[in-house]
């Protein structure tokens, strides 16, 4: 069945960087859309990133344009988060998520991992 | 960007009872309208896709209907395993908006 194992999370210091990896199995990874979507403590989902089975096609939250970068390895079955210049907003459980289509467009997400936290903090 | 909210924010009910989440969207989204539902400490689940089709795996005693702005999850015969958040989501267009979520106590 499909499986995905978020990893990377942390303590970072506010202006710092991280990188998040989600590593997929039980699935062909290569044909499938993929999603981060984050939870601040104690709030709602907010949707991050999308990057479609080929890394052509990717849009970000209006919250993180400009500061984060989507990008997948096929041959790794790996999606990653790249966070840059993060602020103490960014403070949120990270889920990588699976697209039940291959471009991103007008497929929802079926699967989820089970997150990993990332603290903004000095 | 598409705006989504849902009522109530929260419902307490008994175990067997129906109980009913409306969630709204800001513009005609068709039938791109998702369910999610997320138990305290751990990963939301999709329960609904397609406005109305249930994901595989999920019990029929949830059911989802409407299109276009206005769109209802129903949970039939409420159980104890019921109780957590449940959010709605377009994916209509990008970016991809959740209503705020409704937290159902039993």
């Known amino acids: 069945q499909v499986h995905l194992v978020e990893s990377g999370g942390g303590v970072v210091e506010p202006g710092r960087s991280l990188r998040l990896s989600c590593a997929a199995s039980?699935?062909?990874?290569?044909?499938?859309?993929m999603h981060w979507v984050r939870q601040a403590p104690g709030k709602g989902l907010e949707w991050v990133a999308v990057v479609s089975y080929s890394g052509g096609n990717i849009y970000y939250g209006d919250s993180v344009k400009g500061r984060f970068t989507i990008s997948r390895n096929n041959s790794e079955n790996t999606v990653y988060l790249r966070m840059n210049s993060l602020r103490p907003e960014d403070t949120a459980i990270y889920y990588c998520?699976?697209?039940?289509?291959?471009?991103?467009?007008?497929?929802?997400?079926?699967?989820w991992g089970q997150g990993t936290l990332v603290t903004v903090s000095s | 960007d598409i705006q989504m909210t849902q009522s109530p924010s929260s419902l307490s009910a008994s175990i067997g009872d129906r109980v009913t989440i409306t969630c709204r969207a800001s513009q005609d989204i068709t039938n791109y309208l998702a369910w999610f539902q997320q138990k305290p400490g751990q990963a939301p689940k999709s329960l609904i896709y397609?406005?109305?089709r249930l994901q595989s795996g999920v019990t029929s005693r949830f059911s989802a209907s409407g299109s276009g702005t206005e769109f209802s999850l129903t949970i039939r015969s409420l159980q104890s395993e019921d109780s957590g958040t449940y959010y709605c989501q377009q994916y209509h267009d990008y970016p991809r908006t959740f209503g705020q979520g409704t937290k159902v106590e039993i």
């Open positions: 397609a406005a109305s």
């Open positions: 039980g699935f062909t990874f290569s044909n499938y859309a």
């Open positions: 998520a699976r697209d039940q289509g291959f471009s991103g467009y007008h497929y929802p997400v079926d699967s």
